[in-house]
């Protein structure tokens, strides 16, 4: 027979995103509420295997819904990848009296959740927070709400020099592996083209962009380009400096500040539902899924599912910028 379950650890992991303090909130005050005692674990999977644990009551969690980054910290665990860490998490996670966890995080963190569940036949219930959006199952992560606002401000704000100086601007913002950043906040921004990595088998998208004849009828043009290692905003400036030297051509990379600031209203209904979803989950025998939201309906996500399925762009998306960027 399984433990019953008494005692919930929650945890923030991997890069924080607007909404972690309000999914925070939510776990810990539906918990309390259950009947179940709550422990806040700090800086992810890193404080199981450090022991950095508190005891949480509904205080902890008050006046934090307004707030981005995470009240718990956040890391990205080396050790926690390996058996031998897992383990020491996993003895540390006994001896607190810790008999299930909510781990709020992205792919990374899902797939350590994923694998420590499996292990150790412990209950996990995982919360899709990243701003990248890049989780299957879930319409929307805690966090790309917010991110895809702060960007379109910040392109609004480039838009006006750019247009004043007649200059092409390559924005790189960010997103992992995944478009969805890029693509919106160009389709939100009226920008004049997206470089997205979804889009790469097809033909080379600066060629695309500029055979559009994009300087025709227009002052200034703003490429969305998705961060990568190779080919990111200073990739394609440099190369049309070099295949198009009438251009005027500036980058700018937004960098962290797409993952700081108070979350949306979005982010914050988003993650007080997924926050009670994941303590609902838990009173009704489930494990090892991510609580997602589809068509406005909770959904539980096997953990293999939200992280190993590609989250598709919807090819409409591509041309609903084509079209609006004429
Ligand atoms: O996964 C969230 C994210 O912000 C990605 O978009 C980005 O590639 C990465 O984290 C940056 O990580 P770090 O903060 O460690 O530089």
Redesign the pocket.
């Known amino acids: 027979m399984k433990k019953k379950i008494e005692c919930i650890g929650v945890l923030t992991s ?2 924080d995103a607007p909404g972690m303090n309000a999914a925070i909130r939510a776990v810990t005050r539906t918990a309390i509420a259950e009947g179940f005692k709550v422990k806040g674990i700090y800086r992810g999977f890193e404080g199981l295997l450090r022991n950095e644990i508190q005891e949480f009551t509904t205080e902890n969690v008050s006046n934090i819904i307004q707030r981005g980054g995470t009240i718990l910290k956040t890391a ?1 665990c080396k050790e926690f990848q390996t058996v031998e860490g897992r383990k020491v998490a996993y003895d540390n996670m006994v001896a607190q009296g810790i008999d299930a966890l909510v781990v709020i995080g ?1 792919n990374g963190s899902l797939t350590g959740a994923r694998i420590f569940a499996e292990e150790y036949d412990v209950p996990c219930i995982g919360l899709p927070g ?3 959006n890049d989780l299957y199952g879930t319409d929307s992560t805690i966090g790309y709400d917010t991110t895809l606002n702060t960007i379109v401000e910040c392109v609004d704000k480039i838009r006006d020099t750019a247009t004043s100086h007649e200059r092409i601007f390559f924005i790189e913002v ?3 592996d995944a478009g969805f950043l890029a693509q919106n906040s160009a389709i939100a921004s009226g920008a004049e083209a997206a470089i997205i990595p979804e889009d790469s088998t097809n033909a080379d998208q600066l060629e695309q962009f500029i055979g559009r004849g994009i300087r025709k009828s227009k002052s200034s043009s703003i490429v969305i380009v998705s ?1 990568s290692p190779k080919c990111g905003a200073m990739y394609y400036a440099d190369r049309v400096k070099q295949e198009y030297p009438e251009y005027d051509v500036r980058v700018s990379i937004l960098g ?1 500040l797409q ?1 700081g600031g108070s979350p949306s209203a979005s982010d914050r209904i988003l993650a007080s539902r997924l926050g009670v979803g994941a303590i609902n989950a838990i009173l009704e025998g489930q494990r090892n899924v991510m609580i997602g939201i589809r068509d406005d309906e909770i959904v539980y996500v096997p953990f293999a599912n939200a992280i190993k399925n590609n989250k598709p762009i919807k090819k409409e998306l591509i041309n609903v910028l084509g079209i609006l960027s004429i």
């Open positions: 991997g890069g990205r992205g990243t701003i990248d960010m997103g992992r961060e962290h993952r």
